[in-house]
């Protein structure tokens, strides 16, 4: 019986299973070599970071005057030493804690908050969305480098005021992609017929708009994350982010520029790291892009 | 025409809009002041008695679809009344109650599906919202009915259906509340021939078993014709012709009708229209023509129709044929106005 079943229904057989939708992004992004290598380097860079005061590495606050600007590769110290005699081995790896939290909370922070403002901009519509988009173009007049070093500036050096500050500059960019995509999303007949139903303004947004605008606010998101790294290390560098003595790529930057000539490669470690996170961040965001583009 | 003197059936209607409106405004300049307004839907009134189908055509633009998302309070009216089993909207019945006694269904059926849920859940929604019990098995049941296994069907998502599927979707999710009236807004327009003819004859069928009221709209006058036992006819945002649908065929009252049913394409080769049917597109809503609004393409048109706003009135005594046209009028001062007139 279930033979005759299985051939006279022959494709409810054979119909697929169904699947989340999540299952097959991260089927994508696993068959995509670029974007996994990029993953594989950002989680090698968070672990260490995470785990720096466990992998026996040197005071990275130690000075030591007579082993001042060793070269990559002395005995004791791998990656050389510093213009204070200080393990840039240690450094560079405790450095990564500081400048990976500053690089990439403001965009974490900018991404609830922006999504949050663009998301009732777009689907409140009218003045609502007249009032925050007149607001966020506003700052879109800056440079945002520049906006950051104004905000930063103003409110002084200092952990909390980078983050804050970086925040506030990467909120604009992320609400007026939220409203776009809200905007395009309440056009569609689902949501009307989802208020038809009597469903409040909230349900009609927890349900049905959130889960179909977040992933590509999620994805623009990521692509600010390289962004961010080189603003917080960027504001480091120029004095007004981190203060020393912490270990920070772009402080490291800054302090060691004056031995660029005595050795330009040590001098260049930070740069390095620098380059590498934000260069994979950005191809794991393109990655991810293309992951999570489910259609064609 | 006053409110006690609408198109109506001898029962007691049970939905019956009066005067409705709706007006958008077009905003311009720096300060975004209002510049023009485009007058959707001017003056709309008509009834509907239980278990009747209202078909609703006119030309697209003339607010068809405006009416129908007036109905459900998607779009927010003007002026105007809307009442529902004796209660007014507003005053005895909130938007929410008359959300779970008027449903839709919509013409794209792919855009009225969420794509990230799966069909029962979509089904189920509304039932939830609305906290009426055992969403899930109403949903079931209700996919099962509209011919879709709710075993096979139920965890898909709506990219894995094909059109005319996923309306049947649209319809179940539509009765998942057990509506009195359900407006279908062109919801078998999109779908090719043999589906639409399977879906309209689900509705004709879901229509006798749930005691279902229908509003519905298209442009498609065969459809329509199959469908409905009365027909109104919309041109401009307002309603210039109302009758049970075996008079509208025979003898259309209003020119703008008697245009709309000779494009028609015939299926008899003898029996093709030669004369050219109506030309041009419809004038701009944003400024109607002053007095009728059709005298700008009206071949009978005379000097009165420009003056003269046509108010919507029986064809005789006693008559369900309803038109707004001073050629039916022979007070009106058309000078054919006498002749046209039937006795």
């Not at chain 1, 623009?220 to 960027?234: E, F, K, Q």
Request: hydrophobic residues 45%; neutral net charge.
């Amino acid at each position: 019986m279930a033979q005759v079943e299985a051939e006279l229904h022959p494709q409810a057989e054979a119909a697929p299973k169904p699947q989340g939708y999540w299952s097959g992004v991260i089927r994508r992004l696993a068959g995509d070599k670029v974007a996994m290598a990029c993953l594989i380097v950002i989680a090698l860079l968070i672990l260490s970071a995470v785990f720096a005061p466990w992998l026996g590495l040197a005071d990275p606050y130690r000075g030591s005057m007579i082993a001042r600007l060793k070269p990559i590769g002395t005995e004791g110290h791998i990656l050389g030493t510093d213009e204070q005699g200080r393990d840039m081995l240690a450094r560079l790896i405790y450095g990564g804690r500081l400048t990976l939290f500053i690089g990439l909370m403001p965009v974490v922070f900018a991404f609830f908050i922006g999504s949050a403002l663009g998301i009732a901009a777009g689907y409140v519509g009218g003045m609502t969305n007249t009032i925050i988009m007149r607001v966020v173009d506003v700052f879109f007049a800056f440079p945002s480098v520049l906006l950051a070093i104004a905000i930063s500036g103003a409110l002084g050096a200092g952990i909390t005021n980078s983050l804050v500050s970086l925040t506030i500059v990467f909120i604009p960019p992320v609400t007026r992609v939220a409203e776009a995509v809200t905007s395009g999303v309440r056009s569609l007949d689902y949501i009307d017929a989802a208020r038809a139903s009597g469903a409040g303004a909230l349900t009609v947004i927890r349900v049905h708009v959130i889960g179909n605008v977040l992933s590509p606010i999620f994805v623009y998101a990521t692509s600010l994350t390289s962004v961010c790294m080189i603003l917080a290390a960027g504001l480091s560098f120029l004095g007004i982010g981190v203060r020393p003595p912490e270990p920070e790529w772009g402080l490291m930057l800054n302090t060691l520029r004056a031995a660029i000539y005595v050795d330009p490669w040590l001098a260049a470690l930070p740069g390095v790291m620098i380059f590498a996170t934000s260069l994979c961040l950005n191809l794991l965001s393109d990655g991810l892009r293309s992951a999570m583009n489910v259609r064609d | 025409m006053s409110a006690t003197d609408m198109p109506t059936r001898t029962k007691a209607p049970l939905l019956s809009v009066r005067e409705l409106k709706k007006h958008f405004p077009i905003r311009g300049g720096i300060l975004g002041r209002q510049q023009a307004v485009v007058q959707a839907v001017d003056g709309v009134s008509f009834e509907v008695a239980a278990g009747e189908t209202l078909g609703i055509v006119g030309e697209s633009g003339c607010g068809k679809s405006t009416t129908a998302k007036l109905l459900i309070g998607l779009t927010q009216m003007d002026d105007g009344d809307i009442v529902l089993d004796g209660q007014r909207l507003g005053p005895d019945l909130s938007l929410k109650a008359l959300r779970r006694d008027i449903q839709m269904v919509f013409q794209d059926s792919y855009a009225s599906l969420n794509p990230r849920m799966t069909i029962a859940d979509s089904v189920a929604f509304g039932a939830r919202v609305q906290g009426l019990d055992d969403p899930q098995g109403r949903a079931h049941r209700l996919m099962a009915r509209v011919g879709l296994d709710p075993d096979r069907f139920g965890g898909r998502y709506p990219h894995e259906l094909s059109g005319g599927q996923r309306q049947r979707v649209n319809i179940a999710r539509a009765l998942a509340m057990s509506p009195k009236v359900v407006v279908l807004d062109e919801a078998v327009s999109a779908l090719d021939k043999s589906v639409e003819a399977q879906v309209l004859n689900l509705l004709a069928d879901l229509r006798e078993e749930f005691g279902l009221t229908y509003i519905f709209i298209s442009h498609d006058l065969n459809v329509v014709r199959y469908i409905s036992d009365r027909i109104l006819v919309m041109y401009l945002g307002e309603v210039v012709e109302v009758a049970p649908v075996d008079n509208i065929w025979e003898t259309p009252a209003h020119p703008y009708t008697r245009s709309l049913f000779s494009a028609m394409p015939s299926m008899d080769p003898d029996n093709r229209t030669t004369k050219p049917p109506l030309s041009g597109d419809p004038p701009n809503p944003i400024d109607p023509p002053s007095g009728c609004r059709f005298h700008t393409r009206c071949p009978m048109a005379s000097e009165v129709c420009k003056r003269k706003h046509p108010v919507l009135g029986r064809m005789a005594q006693g008559s369900p044929h309803w038109v707004a046209c001073h050629l039916h009028d022979p007070a009106s001062g058309h000078p054919k106005a006498v002749e046209e007139a039937p006795a």
